[in-house]
């Protein structure tokens, strides 16, 4: 038995870890109405991203990986001698990755596709991936190695903050938001991945500030009963902002494996300027 892991390139893995291992990434793409597209893991700054974004008069589309994408993956694994490719996908909530990555492993023959639903995105679903090497090179089958997958999943988690609803409005990602729509006035929207892998609305605060608070309050006390946690700061554009509170953090919780970690242009694209996450994933993982 040869085991590989992969993931789509939401999960903004570190640069070094993905080197190490040689891991295929199954890109996901944003596309402007000018034709202007921006693949992930292509190199181009996300600053450039942004000021794109800022200057565009509509909403960029995404779009999730091909299938023949991930059918040559599998292939190019399966030739080079594996038996079985656990496969970590963005939430399945927000995206049609997973339900892509699954039919594509059912149209390759010679090789075991098990894939994942992180239900969640960014940094807390490249812990997933980092997790499932780990348990590889500790020689777990596929199956045991799912089966821990699953277990972290029931105790990870992650919150965020944007600086209005626009974009996630736009892109249909997120669930429940009708109530909000016209009350945000001078009011910051604070969210949360739920269970059923989507995002929904969880509190409206007066300020920034207080937005910050209600992460940091509601992520700690989640965590307190967790063992080897570690806590991502996941920043977006505002990097003086999320620098600060990632700073704040470690000097408020020394004891904590607090880690810093940027969204990439598709969870960008949905969250908008301004947006910030903070997760969390019930092991010890180190990124920075």
């Not at 490249?126 to 500790?138: I, N, P, Q, R, W």
């Not at 249909?172 to 006035?185: D, K």
């Amino acid at each position: 038995m040869k085991i590989a892991v992969m993931a789509d390139s939401t999960g903004y893995l570190p640069q070094a870890f993905m080197d190490k291992y040689q891991m295929p990434i199954a890109p996901l793409s944003v596309a402007f109405d000018d034709g202007e597209t921006f693949t992930e893991n292509d190199g181009v700054p996300i600053k450039h991203f942004y000021e794109k974004m800022a200057s565009s008069k509509t909403f960029p589309t995404t779009s999730q990986p091909a299938i023949g994408e991930w059918i040559e993956n599998y292939e190019h694994l399966r030739d080079k001698g594996y038996t079985d490719i656990i496969v970590i996908t963005l939430s399945s909530g927000i995206s049609g990755s997973y339900q892509s990555a699954t039919q594509a492993g059912e149209m390759v023959e010679g090789v075991n596709v098990h894939t994942f639903d992180s239900k969640l995105a960014a940094m807390i679903e490249g812990s997933y991936t980092m997790y499932a090497m780990d348990l590889v090179e500790k020689g777990f089958t596929p199956e045991i190695i799912i089966e821990e997958l699953t277990e972290a999943r029931e105790q990870a988690g992650a919150y965020l903050i944007v600086d209005d609803l626009k974009n996630l409005q736009k892109s249909g990602r997120i669930t429940g938001a009708q109530a909000w729509v016209g009350t945000l006035l001078k009011m910051k929207p604070v969210l949360r991945f739920e269970e059923d892998g989507k995002i929904h609305p969880f509190e409206k605060v007066r300020t920034k500030k207080r937005a910050f608070n209600t992460l940091e309050k509601n992520i700690f006390d989640l965590i307190k009963d967790i063992e080897d946690v570690t806590v991502f700061v996941i920043d977006g554009d505002k990097t003086d902002e999320g620098r600060a509170f990632y700073h704040h953090l470690q000097e408020t919780y020394p004891d904590i494996n607090i880690q810093y970690s940027e969204f990439g242009p598709v969870i960008a694209s949905h969250l908008g300027s301004g947006g910030l996450g903070l997760g969390y994933f019930p092991r010890k993982i180190e990124i920075n």
